[in-house]
């Protein structure tokens, strides 16, 4: 089992003893957090072997929502070489992150200045990149609290979900 796997299985327990003690729950929603949806519905990306393709122009720090989906947008077309994902990286811990993936699944990484050891995420469709990106007040998908959590409260993969290699 991978890193970021032990990691997410470990905040979602976490955040199950913690919503058992306030009372809280998500009985409408399909996942029951962040972890629990990229735990589910990602996979694992292995880190980016070489430097950011010419066709990526380097992002800000910290922004990564912003430049991958910028970088999407951009660059789509009916075939995109690149597909927007969201997930959880490795620097030094686990943490919440977007990044580049190609058709073959290799993972471009425009955000950060040295690869992540790790990358486990979903895969989004351009035309759902760019719908709900257009739809609320932020970049990012996951933890979209503007529109209330729709991938969260389970639409449909089929409407979201790119799959990339055998997955």
């Known amino acids: 089992m991978?890193?970021?796997?032990?990691y997410l299985n470990a905040v979602l327990v976490m955040q199950h003893r913690c919503h058992e003690k306030d009372g809280s729950k998500r009985k409408d929603w399909k996942y029951f957090c962040i972890e629990d949806f990229v735990s589910k519905r990602g996979q694992l990306f292995s880190p980016p072997a070489g430097d950011l393709p010419a066709d990526v122009p380097k992002g800000i720090i910290k922004e990564c929502y912003k430049n991958c989906i910028d970088a999407t947008i951009l660059c789509?077309?009916?075939?995109?070489?690149?597909?927007?994902?969201?997930?959880?990286?490795?620097?030094?811990?686990?943490?919440?992150?977007?990044?580049?993936?190609?058709?073959?699944?290799?993972?471009v990484d425009p955000t950060w200045p040295e690869p992540g050891t790790e990358y486990f995420g979903v895969a989004f469709k351009p035309d759902f990149v760019r719908k709900q990106t257009l739809s609320q007040d932020h970049y990012g998908l996951?933890?979209?609290?503007?529109?209330?959590?729709?991938?969260?409260?389970?639409?449909?993969?089929?409407?979201?979900?790119?799959?990339i290699g055998d997955e």
């Open 76 to 107: 789509c077309s009916d075939s995109p070489d690149y597909f927007y994902c969201e997930g959880y990286a490795t620097g030094l811990i686990p943490m919440l992150h977007a990044w580049l993936v190609t058709t073959d699944g290799e993972v």
């Open 142 to 163: 996951i933890d979209a609290w503007t529109s209330e959590w729709p991938l969260l409260k389970g639409i449909e993969s089929e409407e979201w979900q790119e799959v």
């Open 2 to 6: 991978s890193d970021i796997k032990q």
